[in-house]
């Protein structure tokens, strides 16, 4: 009787184990993107960066079929520039950018392929100066800024684990003034982030 109740429950806990497995709870991506920033002004300072364009990597755990967490990090470079009474300044930096968000799944037809979802988080931007010889101002420190992400995309399945992403984000942050108090704005702007790529889940 022993041998058979091991038996039950062996078979049971491998049961949970192959069904888990077979769930895929693990997503990651990778994603080109496009970076658009507002012209905002405030504090006698007009502010505005370059258009460029990035990277993004993303992991994603699915908690449920509706709910996910997300941990994503993006990389693109573009000149922040300064127009102040005093003259014009430009300060070329690598933008890191760190963020963690909640994921809601959206219903969608049972057969289909397409996956939209929506997201909201918080993180961080990193400002990191080049040292760029066309930049016009020396000494600039690298600084962080708080940010707060929303975003929806659609994941549209190619096979059983492998989509192609598109997907819009959207950052909200202070200006950075690398230090500069005469560059500080004191200002919020916005960051556009339409993104393409592949995801993979396991």
């Not at 963020?99 to 400002?127: D, E, I, K, Q």
């Amino acid at each position: 009787m022993g041998r058979v109740v091991v038996i039950a429950v062996g078979t049971v806990l491998c049961g949970s184990l192959v069904a888990s497995a077979q769930e895929s709870r693990s997503e990651i991506s990778a994603q080109g993107t496009g970076v658009f920033t507002s012209d905002v002004n405030g504090n006698g300072t007009a502010y505005s960066a370059t258009e460029s364009g990035g990277v993004l990597g993303t992991y994603r755990y699915h908690l449920n079929h509706w709910i996910s967490l997300e941990g994503a990090y993006g990389y693109n470079s573009n000149t922040q520039k300064y127009l102040l009474s005093s003259g014009a300044f430009r300060i070329q930096s690598g933008v890191h950018d760190f963020t963690g968000s909640l994921v809601l799944n959206l219903p969608s037809h049972h057969h289909s392929r397409m996956s939209p979802y929506v997201l909201v988080g918080g993180g961080a931007l990193r400002f990191v100066p080049t040292g760029n010889e066309l930049n016009t101002l020396s000494g600039a420190q690298s600084q962080t800024k708080g940010a707060f992400v929303y975003g929806a995309g659609v994941n549209y399945g190619l096979s059983k684990r492998l989509s192609l992403r598109v997907e819009y984000r959207g950052l909200l942050y202070g200006t950075p003034d690398f230090d500069f108090g005469a560059l500080t704005t004191t200002s919020v702007t916005h960051t556009a982030i339409p993104s393409v790529g592949l995801s993979y889940r396991f």
